[in-house]
C-alpha cells in the first residue's frame, strides 16, 4: 500500500523563483497537513484542510505561500516569490477522520518522505 | 504558548547502556504527548502516544504533569536504535490535529 506521496524529492531555487509542491496522500484520508522545518529549527505546522477546505492555517508563514486542495485529493503548496528563509524540509501528512476521534483526540498522521526546497 | 522543549541535539550511548531523551512541555490544559521517531532514509513515524500506555521496540514514556515532562526511556540500547527522535503534542486548545514538535534529539547508539 502506497503512502504519502511527495514531489518533487528536492528542489533548488533562486530568490524570486516560484516553486510548487505537490502532496497525494493516503487513499481515503480526509485529513491533509503541511509542515515545514528549517535547518536547526523544529517541524513546525503550516496548514490542515479536511478534505478540500482548510481547518486550520494559523502556521502559513504568510501571503507567499499558497496551498490548495482541489477536489480534496491531493494537495500543492505554492511559494511566491521565494525567499532565502524559505529553505527547509516540507513534510505533508494525512490521517483519518473518524467520529469523535477526529474532534477529541489525535488521529495518527502519517507523513511522507518531505520535499528538500533551496533557495539560493 | 504551546512549546515543546528538546535540550540535548545529540545523544550519544554504548549499546546496552539505558536511554533517556529529555522533553519538557508547556501547554495550558491537558494535551496530548507522543513520540516521533524518523530512522536514516525512512520518513518521519509515531513512535508512542502517551494515551496508549504501550512499550514499543523496549521504548516506554511517562507523562508527569507535575514536571511537564515526557521523557522516553530505553534500559538497554539497540544499534538501530539510532535514530532522531521527535518529542510532540497536541491538545483541545491548538486543535487535537495540529502537533508541535519538538527541535528533536539525534540518538547514536555505539556499537
Known amino acids: 500500500e502506497a503512502g504519502v506521496t511527495q514531489f518533487p524529492s528536492h528542489s533548488v531555487i533562486e530568490k524570486g523563483q516560484t516553486v510548487t509542491l505537490r502532496c497525494d496522500p493516503i487513499?481515503?484520508?480526509?485529513?491533509l497537513y503541511w509542515y515545514r522545518r528549517v535547518m536547526g529549527k523544529e517541524i513546525k505546522f503550516l496548514l490542515h484542510?479536511?478534505?478540500?477546505?482548510?481547518?486550520?492555517e494559523s502556521g502559513m508563514p504568510n501571503n507567499r505561500f499558497l496551498a490548495e486542495r482541489t477536489g480534496g485529493t491531493y494537495s500543492t503548496l505554492k511559494v511566491q516569490p521565494a525567499e532565502l528563509e524559505d529553505s527547509g524540509v516540507y513534510f505533508c501528512?494525512?490521517?483519518?477522520?473518524?467520529?469523535?476521534?477526529?474532534?477529541?483526540?489525535?488521529?495518527?498522521?502519517?507523513f511522507g518522505p518531505g520535499t528538500r526546497l533551496t533557495v539560493l | 504558548a504551546q512549546r515543546v522543549t528538546q535540550p540535548e541535539k545529540l545523544l550519544s550511548v554504548f549499546k546496552g547502556a539505558p536511554v533517556e531523551l529529555k522533553c519538557n512541555y508547556s501547554?495550558?490544559?491537558?494535551?496530548?504527548l507522543f513520540w516521533y521517531v524518523q530512522y536514516s532514509r525512512q520518513r518521519l513515524q509515531l513512535l508512542l502516544r502517551?494515551?496508549s500506555r504501550e512499550s514499543i521496540k523496549g521504548f516506554t514514556a511517562d507523562l508527569n504533569k507535575g514536571e511537564t515532562s515526557f521523557h522516553l526511556k530505553k534500559p538497554f540500547a539497540q544499534e538501530e536504535d539510532s535514530a532522531m527522535y521527535y518529542c510532540?503534542?497536541?491538545?483541545?486548545?491548538?486543535?487535537?490535529?495540529?502537533?508541535?514538535f519538538g527541535t528533536g534529539t539525534k540518538l547514536q547508539v555505539i556499537p
Open positions: 501528512a494525512s490521517s483519518q477522520s473518524g467520529g469523535l476521534a477526529g474532534i477529541s483526540s489525535y488521529n495518527e498522521q502519517f
Open positions: 502517551h494515551i
Open positions: 484542510f479536511v478534505k478540500e477546505s482548510k481547518q486550520d
Open positions: 487513499s481515503g484520508h480526509d485529513n
Open positions: 510532540a503534542l497536541s491538545g483541545p486548545s491548538g486543535g487535537y490535529q495540529k502537533v508541535t
Open positions: 501547554y495550558s490544559g491537558s494535551p496530548e
